[in-house]
């Protein structure tokens, strides 16, 4: 017969390896914030490549874009820095990668062309950021910035603001 003693014992053990195994799988699910371990699609669907050259931008969304590359209306022309494309890079991704917010989400590094997102304040699902870099010469280069909502609710003053502040840490940063 089982004593108390050790059945009390079993229960105790039983039940720390189910907290164990439970604080295992939370920290899997928290700390999994690009997607390797579930899988991209599962989490997060999957996005279209962005076409500058055709792209119609609509009203929850906000686009500053080169004259040269994008063809349809924009809400500004972006500006020419004196840096080539890898240090223009860098400066916006030094800001990006700092925003526990913002995520990587698709790389084409090919077309220097980058999808990200972040989740706009009050916002229960993230607004996306297509970024191209364009380079013109070997010391200058541009960038194309598209922030749009893709599910919810938002407004062009909202991705407005965040496309405004993106510039504003790239020109700080250069």
């Not at 055709?54 to 500004?76: E, F, H, M, Q, W």
Request: hydrophobic share 45%.
């Amino acid at each position: 017969m089982v004593s108390i003693e050790k059945l009390r014992a079993r229960a105790i053990s039983i039940s720390l390896l189910i907290v164990a195994i439970g604080g295992l799988g939370w920290f899997l699910v928290v700390s999994d914030k690009d997607g390797s371990l579930f899988g991209e699609n599962l989490q997060r669907g999957s996005l279209e490549t962005v076409s500058f050259a055709t792209l119609v931008p609509n009203a929850n969304s906000y686009l500053i874009c080169p004259k040269d590359l994008c063809r349809g209306a924009t809400d500004g022309e972006a500006a020419v820095y004196d840096v080539g494309v890898a240090g223009l890079s860098r400066a916006l991704f030094a800001y990006t990668d700092r925003h526990e917010g913002i995520t990587m989400r698709k790389r084409d590094l090919m077309n220097w062309q980058f999808d990200l997102s972040e989740y706009a304040t009050g916002e229960n699902f993230p607004d996306v950021i297509t970024v191209k870099f364009i380079p013109i010469g070997e010391d200058k280069s541009t960038v194309a910035i598209y922030s749009r909502s893709v599910i919810g609710s938002s407004d062009k003053a909202q991705q407005k603001e965040r496309v405004d502040r993106w510039f504003r840490f790239i020109e700080a940063a250069l």
